[in-house]
């Protein structure tokens, strides 16, 4: 195993430069601070990456105690690609922050809120231990819970009151379940709870429950229904940058955390022998049909509620909720056939996701500052005086219908495969039904807003910041597409990373003697 510090230097760029934003809160070039840490963020990110690619996976252990006993740091080419993900979304959102935050004089605190979301993030990605998970997840949630609130609005305030007390009932459950797994196994090191499980001692009654409690958690915060609910006025009522981090990347944190415990941790684990169903089969046989009953009415009903919105904000909050539903079938295949394919499937369909939902929101935001609105009813020929907005609506958008070349059309394409090679025609025409109700709702939402009679506004209210930010992410999304055999070599490695359960404990805890 290779032990280096440079799986935490992400870490603590992130973190640094929220300690400084908080310092600096009332300097004059905090803007430019705020910049200069995230591609000192990018920077690191991709010296990570570039380590793991020629060395494997990485591990670090904190204050020098040895796993499973101090707290470990893991990099794998999962975590290097989640890592990859994260910098590249949150490097244009802060730029777009930069103009976005500018113009409305509020400047003190969001990068400290903005860069301790990031930093939540980059320990979840990175972590190995179920605890400082949980902390993780914290740190993401107390951050949005500022950046949804922080235009002040009576609407943004009950909504992030709501938002908190639900968050608190599921972080409360999930604190819970992790007690409860230290319980039963004597670790929190998810490399060693993996050897553990394997162990015939271990009273898997208990375990059966715990990680069920478990994944409706992180369900509640990836959105899957039944637990969407919380999503849309979320998404609706935050300024569009804070829309876009929670919408693109944070609720990934909830993804991540399935495919890393459920594929990687929990696999090693079995139903006992004289449980009422499925006695003696794998724990995850259980938890696959949980997830995909949830993605498959997830697919359905964010798509049927997206249908007939009439503002940009609410469509694509609905919308981001059915995307998420075509992430986790490709994982709840997994889950049980072991498939890497499937996993594969669902990372190149996150980043597509991760990349093209907040571009959207971005612009929604954009479209609101030169018209005043947001309602497609009262929205039209934008395309005659921005073309660049134009382009970038039309191309975020039709890459989450799965137009080729865009790297939206190859996760889909990858999905459908999935559900094609095992054969499940259940799923098949699920996923038809979200591929067409994605292609409606967003072709009548282009033609509104980008064609018919004109609406009077004026340009001079966007920044070039904010455009040039929104611009980064469609380059992204065509050049992924365009050149998209390299990120299908990382998403398979980060798939065999997360699927072989023997080499993540061997790389954690070392070689058995």
Known sequence: RQMTQTVIIPFLAALVTAVLSIIGRKWKYRDQLSLAGNILYLAAVLLLNSKILTEGALTYQAGGWPAPYGITFIADPLAGLMLLMTAA??????????????????????????????????????????????????????????????????????????????????SSLMLIAIGGLYSVTGTLNMARMAELLTQAEVNMFPVLGLTSILFCVFALKSGLV????????????????????????????????????????????????KAPFMSGRPVNDFIAVLMMTMAVLTVLLGGLSALNRDR?????????????????????????????????AALVYMVGHALAKPSLFMISGLIKEITGTTDIRRLGGISESSFLISAAFFISAFSLVGVPPLIGFFGKLLVFR???????????????????????????????????????????????????????????????????E?????????????LNTEAYVETVLGEKK
């Open 418 to 484: 999935t559900a094609i090679v095992y054969e499940n025609l259940l799923v098949i025409l699920v996923l038809l039904f979200g591929a067409v109700t994605t292609l409606f709702y967003m072709v009548k939402a282009w033609l509104r807003i980008f064609y018919g009679e004109p609406v009077e506004f004026t340009l001079s209210q966007v920044t070039r910041k904010e455009v040039f930010a929104v611009m980064i992410l469609v380059v992204l999304i065509v050049v992924s597409g365009i050149y998209f």
């Open 226 to 273: 039944p637990f969407h609910f919380w999503a849309p006025p979320v998404y609706t009522n935050s300024p569009p940058p804070a829309a876009a981090m929670m919408a693109g990347l944070s609720k990934k944190v909830g993804i991540y955390a399935v495919i890393r415990l459920y594929l990687t941790v929990f696999s090693t684990a079995r139903i006992p022998e």
């Open 312 to 344: 940009i904000s609410k469509l694509l909050s609905y919308s981001s909720v059915g995307q998420v539903g075509f992430i986790f079938i490709p994982i709840a295949i997994a889950t049980t056939s072991g498939s890497q394919a499937a996993v594969s």
């Open 89 to 170: 979304v949150s490097l244009a959102v802060n730029l777009y922050s930069w103009g976005y935050i500018e113009e409305r004089g509020k400047q003190a605190g969001y990068y400290a809120f903005f860069y301790f979301m990031v930093t939540g993030m980059t320990g979840a990605f990175t972590t190995g231990d179920l605890f400082n998970l949980f902390v993780m997840f914290e740190i993401v949630l107390m951050s949005s819970y500022a950046m949804v609130a922080y235009t002040g609005t009576k609407k943004s305030l009950f909504t992030t009151l709501k938002y908190v007390i639900l968050n608190i009932i599921g």
């Open 486 to 498: 390299p990120l299908y070599q990382m998403a398979e490695k980060a798939a065999e990373a997360a």
